[in-house]
């Protein structure tokens, strides 16, 4: 089974600076997606960048930024000039592209802190 | 606008009671799965459904029952014998998952936080 592992279980990052949380993952397999997704105070969801495991390039979406390191099962996240709407729970997350309908697999979460 | 739609927002459950969290999608997707998640613990799984009629235990069903009788539909029954129920849950669908394919994200609910009397 796949693990998914966040070992930070807080941070903080004052704003305008980078911030870089640290997700690991574990897997015996060659092609599957990875995720960041975000969770504010209100507990939405919501989807902050994705990374396909065959792609060798880093995904990034504005100041969101990836580094994917597939031999080494590594998928930090990067921010960069941090804004205090910025601040949540950060989750990242794994899931099969095997044929049909997979679950994600979940990390246990970064809460994010941005001081002002 | 398609979309996940959860309710209640909040439900309370007395001891000994079944309750039932509803979960409805008009995004025509296939899979729908539950998430449970509690402080500390992130989203552990707790049954998913690929298909109607269909659904499979994810890592915590115990204490959990579904049904999967419509497409658009996927309610979760938390029974009597799940002892720790005060959790926030979340409802998701998706499409199938694949090299190229756009579909791979899930969507998500706005959840439904359960508590204890």
């Known amino acids: 089974a796949q693990t998914v592992t966040q070992s930070q279980p807080e941070m903080s990052v004052q704003e305008a600076e980078t911030v870089t949380l640290s997700c690991t993952y574990d897997?015996?397999?060659?092609?599957?997606?990875l995720f960041w997704y975000k969770q504010p105070p209100s507990r939405q969801m919501i989807l902050v960048i994705r990374?396909?495991?065959?792609?060798?390039q880093n995904a990034t979406e504005n100041r969101f930024s990836v580094n994917f390191q597939k031999a080494a099962k590594s998928f930090s996240l990067k921010i960069s000039d941090s804004q205090l709407g910025d601040a949540a729970m950060y989750f990242c997350?794994?899931?099969?592209?095997?044929?049909?309908?997979?679950?994600?697999?979940f990390g246990k979460g970064t809460r994010l802190s941005v001081i002002a | 606008d398609g979309g996940i739609t959860q309710s209640p927002k909040y439900l309370f459950r007395k001891e000994g009671q079944n309750v039932t969290l509803s979960c409805e999608q008009n995004?025509?997707?296939?899979?729908m799965y539950w998430y449970r998640q509690d402080p500390g613990q992130g989203l552990r799984l707790i049954y998913y459904?690929?298909?109607?009629?269909?659904?499979q235990k994810g890592d915590i069903a115990e204490g959990y029952s579904v049904s999967r009788e419509k497409k658009e539909s996927f309610p979760l029954t938390v029974t009597s014998a799940q002892k720790n129920p005060t959790a926030f849950y979340l409802c998701?669908?998706?499409?199938?998952?694949?090299?190229?394919?756009?579909?791979?994200?899930?969507?998500f609910g706005s959840g439904t936080q359960l508590s204890v009397l």
């Open positions: 897997t015996s397999e060659s092609d599957y997606y």
């Open positions: 995004l025509n997707h296939d899979a």
């Open positions: 990374q396909e495991a065959y792609k060798q």
């Open positions: 459904s690929q298909i109607v009629n269909d659904f």
């Open positions: 998701a669908s998706s499409m199938p998952a694949g090299q190229g394919s756009t579909n791979e994200k899930l969507f």
């Open positions: 997350a794994y899931r099969s592209a095997g044929s049909g309908n997979t679950p994600l697999v």
